[in-house]
C-alpha cells in the first residue's frame, strides 16, 4: 500500500444493455437480462444460440469515415466507452493528454469479428481480406486508438490475459500512477466476441448454456458469452484534485496471481491469495468488505472454486458477506468483464445497493456462501471487491472504496 490514492473519476461502457454505464448498470440493479437470439453475418451452424451481444451499433456512424476503417468492433466500442469516461472526468476531448497518461486496455483476443471475418472470406468466398485487416485485428489496436484520440503519450499497450484482461490493465494502471510513472491513465477492457467462430469454439468447450446462466444453482449449465466494454479516467488523487474533479471511487487494493496448474481447471487456494492480496494491498481487514462481485460464471468447476476461495479469504465473514454474479444480465464479457464488472462494481458501492444473483432457484450446497436473491438489495457498503478468474490460472481482484473515505 502506497500514500497516493488512486481514483476513478470517469466511467463509460458498451453493453448489451446500450451505450452507456448508467444502462449497464440499471439492467445489472432491476435484474433485466440483456441475453437475445444470437446475430451474425454469415450462416450460423451452432447449437447455442443466445448472447448478451451489443446491438444496433454502427461503428462508422459512431466514428466518422477517418476512424472508422481502422477499428474492429472491440477498438470500436473501447472508444465510446472512452468517450463517456472522459466526459464524465471533465477533460476536454481536444486537449492533448501528454506524456503523463497512459492508454491500456485488456481484452482476451482483440479483433475477432476482423479475423472471423477473413478467414470466411479467404477460405470460402475466395475474396481478399480488408487490407486492413493486421492494423484492425491486433490487441494494440485498441489502447494504440486511445492514445491518438486524446494525445496520451505515455505507456500504450493491451494486455491479453483471458477473462482476467480488463481488471488486470486497471490493476496495472493503478499501480503506474502509484509509482509516480504516470499521473492518469485511460483504461478498461473490451471484447467483440459474438461471431461465429467464437461461438462455435466456447461451445466446444460445453460452457455455453442454451438457456439462463444460473451461476451458483444446483442446476447450473454454463455461462453465457457476452461482449462490449468498460472504460475509465483514473488519477492520482493530488492531480484530480488540483484540477477540480470530483472522485467516483477509489481503487484501493488490487491482487493478481497465478495458478500455475492446470489450464482450465481453477484453483481456490490460489484464487482465495489472490484476494487476500487485494485486502493486504487496500490495508483493508476482510470484515471490512460487504459486497463481492463474483466471477459467477455459472460452469460447474468455477463457481465450486470461487465459493471455495472466498470461505478461505473471508473464514467466518463468509456468513455476512453479500455475493452476486451479474453475468445472467450482460453475459461473460471475457477480456472486458472484470471492466463491466467494476463499472456496476462503483455504482452499487454510490448507491449502497447490492444487485441480486439472478435465476439461482436452488443454490448449490457445494457453494457455501451467502447470495443475494433475486432482487437487489439496499444496505450499508463501505467496500466492493470484484473478482476476474481465467482460463491459464491468471487471477485477478479489485477493491474500490468511497472517494470520501
Known amino acids: 500500500m502506497t500514500s497516493r490514492r488512486v481514483v476513478v473519476t470517469g466511467m463509460g461502457a458498451v453493453s448489451a444493455a446500450g451505450v452507456g454505464a448508467e444502462l449497464l448498470w440499471r439492467a445489472a440493479r432491476d435484474g433485466k437480462p440483456c441475453i437475445g437470439p444470437l446475430e451474425v453475418r454469415e450462416p450460423y451452424g451452432g447449437r447455442i444460440r443466445i448472447s448478451a451481444q451489443v446491438r444496433d451499433f454502427d461503428i462508422e456512424a459512431r466514428l466518422g469515415p477517418e476512424v472508422a476503417p481502422f477499428a474492429d468492433a472491440f477498438t470500436a466500442y473501447a472508444l465510446v466507452a472512452a468517450d463517456e469516461a472522459m466526459a464524465q472526468a471533465g477533460l476536454d476531448p481536444a486537449a492533448r493528454q501528454g506524456s503523463r497518461c497512459a492508454a491500456l486496455l485488456g481484452t482476451g483476443a482483440g479483433g475477432m469479428r476482423t479475423c472471423d471475418d477473413g478467414i470466411y472470406n479467404v477460405y470460402f468466398a475466395n475474396k481478399r481480406p480488408d487490407m486492413l485487416t493486421v492494423p484492425k485485428l491486433i490487441p494494440s489496436a485498441g489502447p494504440s486508438q486511445l492514445s491518438m484520440r486524446y494525445g496520451a503519450t505515455g505507456p500504450c499497450f493491451a494486455i491479453a490475459s483471458a477473462c482476467s484482461s480488463g481488471a488486470q490493465a486497471i490493476g496495472l494502471a493503478t499501480q503506474m500512477i502509484r509509482a509516480g510513472m504516470i499521473d492518469r491513465a485511460i483504461v478498461g477492457g473490451s471484447e467483440a466476441c459474438a461471431t461465429n467462430g467464437s461461438m462455435r469454439a466456447w461451445e466446444c468447450l460445453r460452457v455455453l448454456t442454451p438457456d439462463l446462466c444460473r451461476p451458483?444453482?444446483?442446476?447450473?449449465?454454463?455461462?453465457?458469452?457476452?461482449?462490449?466494454?468498460?472504460?475509465?479516467?483514473?488519477?492520482?488523487e493530488d492531480a484530480a484534485r488540483a484540477r477540480g474533479a470530483e472522485p467516483l471511487a477509489v481503487i484501493?487494493?488490487?491482487?493478481t496471481n497465478s495458478d500455475a496448474l492446470d489450464p482450465v481447471r481453477p484453483d481456490a487456494v490460489s484464487a482465495?491469495?489472490?484476494?487476500?492480496?487485494?485486502?493486504?494491498?487496500?490495508g483493508l481487514a476482510p470484515t471490512d468488505i460487504d459486497y463481492v462481485n463474483a466471477h459467477g460464471t455459472a460452469t460447474v468447476m468455477?463457481?465450486?472454486?470461487?465459493?471455495e476461495a472466498l470461505n478461505l479469504a473471508f473464514g467466518g465473514h463468509c456468513d455476512d458477506l453479500l455475493?452476486?454474479?451479474?453475468k445472467p444480465v450482460h453475459g461473460h464479457g471475457l477480456g472486458a468483464g472484470g471492466a463491466l464488472e467494476l463499472a456496476i462494481s462503483i455504482m452499487a458501492l454510490r448507491e449502497q445497493v447490492a444487485p441480486p444473483n439472478l435465476n439461482t432457484e436452488i443454490q448449490d450446497p457445494k457453494c457455501l456462501i451467502r447470495l443475494v436473491g433475486p432482487e437487489a438489495v439496499k444496505m450499508p457498503i463501505r467496500a466492493v471487491l470484484s473478482n476476474s478468474f481465467a482460463f491459464g490460472g491468471i487471477n485477478a481482484s479489485l477493491i474500490v472504496t468511497p472517494a470520501a473515505s
Open 216 to 236: 451458483f444453482a444446483k442446476n447450473r449449465n454454463g455461462m453465457v458469452l457476452g461482449e462490449g466494454a468498460a472504460m475509465f479516467v483514473i488519477e492520482g
Open 252 to 255: 484501493a487494493g488490487y491482487g
Open 272 to 282: 482465495a491469495a489472490c484476494m487476500t492480496m487485494a485486502l493486504e494491498d487496500s
Open 302 to 307: 468455477n463457481d465450486v472454486n470461487e465459493a
Open 323 to 326: 455475493v452476486s454474479s451479474t
